[in-house]
């Protein structure tokens, strides 16, 4: 199947009680068993529950996949993947990527005796630098947030394949109908499902997907043992959710690259960061690993002020204020003191990311309005 056929199809049959045709909400804790062992696939729904299952089969579909596991949230899906480690063990990480994933390896893993090592992964000589003996996973977010910087997955691949660790790869910015990373070399895929894969700001999800059984095994007990599962609820809007990924992500992409070359032609805009931009450094190997160039736009003012970000930040209308991204309403954010006020301020800006730093989740509006809306707040005196 083709991805817009997996997208509404995968998963998912008519309900063989009823007949309907989407998947029902089993909002049950627990299931009848005719004797001690003996039931319908079901026994206790942080085990397992029809609707998640479904939603789980969607995704690992989507991505190319043959396992598929969600969880409560992003974090609690990332949270999952570093239980796989033990202590002494390193990670080998980008130094662009989400606050709240910063925070959970610096400031939660470390204290069990895990490693984390911040390298720019644009450079794999630095990336081999920052391996030994005792590197057991290598994490990657591509594009990254918020800087979008474009990281070579299949390079990245080879080189974990050679030290022997795992490849994660977050996924979360592109979405699988723009990159699916196992196709590309890497072992595990995170989806903070909350953001594109939902697309309508009403849930918080995770999302593994995973080719190897054994590992999908050890995630699953980890997923069951730990019991950061979503609720069925959730499950069946993020289900709905992925029905239209393929339609929001065209529509996503198109309007982001009229905004971005909008605010590249702006004279109070110092810099654009949009991977479809020829100018980008990512560009090309965007174009070999991705389907699309996304809808997340970063652009940094000329005047490096916080105060100068905090004017455009509070003139917009139809760009709202407010963290999370990948909903069909666009969004405006300051990472620096928002999304990744968790990372020192150094930190950031050895990638760029300044005071005056802007991010934009670039909605399926009229671009035209977009445009007049972030016009009027730049003008702004």
């Not at 005796?113 to 000589?125: K, L, P, S």
Request: charged fraction near 20%; include cysteine; hydrophobic fraction near 40%.
């Amino acid at each position: 199947m083709k991805f817009a056929t997996k997208a509404i199809h995968a998963g998912q049959q008519a309900d063989p009680a009823t007949g309907a045709i989407m998947t029902p909400i089993y909002q049950t804790s627990t299931y009848v068993q005719e004797a001690p062992g003996k039931h319908k696939g079901y026994e206790y729904s942080r085990t397992g529950n029809p609707t998640r299952r479904a939603l789980e089969h969607n995704i690992a579909a989507l991505e190319s996949a043959n396992y598929g596991l969600c969880f409560g949230s992003g974090l609690a899906a990332i949270d999952a993947v570093l239980k796989t480690l033990r202590p002494g063990d390193e990670v080998v990480s980008g130094n662009d990527i989400y606050g709240g994933t910063y925070r959970l390896f610096t400031q939660v893993f470390s204290h069990y005796g895990i490693v984390f090592r911040f390298v720019d992964m644009q450079d794999h000589d630095a990336v081999r630098n920052a391996i030994n003996g005792h590197t057991k996973l290598l994490w990657v977010e591509t594009p990254t947030n918020p800087m979008l910087q474009i990281i070579d997955i299949r390079q990245i691949a080879m080189i974990a394949r050679e030290a022997g660790a795992m490849l994660c790869v977050d996924n979360t910015f592109a979405s699988p109908a723009l990159q699916r990373p196992l196709e590309l070399g890497a072992d595990v895929v995170m989806h903070s499902a909350t953001k594109y894969l939902g697309g309508h700001s009403d849930v918080v999800m995770g999302a593994l997907a995973i080719k190897d059984a054994e590992l999908a095994a050890k995630l699953a007990f980890i997923q069951n043992a730990s019991g950061a599962v979503c609720g069925p609820m959730d499950a069946f809007l993020v289900l709905r959710g992925t029905k239209t990924l393929h339609l929001r992500m065209k529509a996503h992409c198109e309007n982001a690259e009229k905004v971005a070359r909008f605010l590249g032609s702006h004279a109070s805009v110092g810099s654009v960061r949009w991977p479809g931009l020829p100018g980008h450094p990512g560009h090309e190997l965007a174009k070999s690993q991705m389907d699309g160039f996304g809808g997340m736009v970063t652009f940094t003012l000329k005047d490096d002020r916080q105060e100068a970000a905090i004017k455009v930040l509070s003139g917009t209308h139809l760009f709202s204020l407010a963290e999370s991204l990948g909903g069909v309403e666009s969004l405006i954010g300051h990472p620096a003191s928002m999304t990744h006020a968790s990372i020192p301020r150094q930190e950031r800006w050895k990638v760029g990311l300044m005071d005056s730093t802007i991010r934009l989740s670039v909605g399926i509006e009229d671009a035209d309005d977009l445009i007049e809306d972030l016009a009027k707040a730049l003008d702004r005196k």
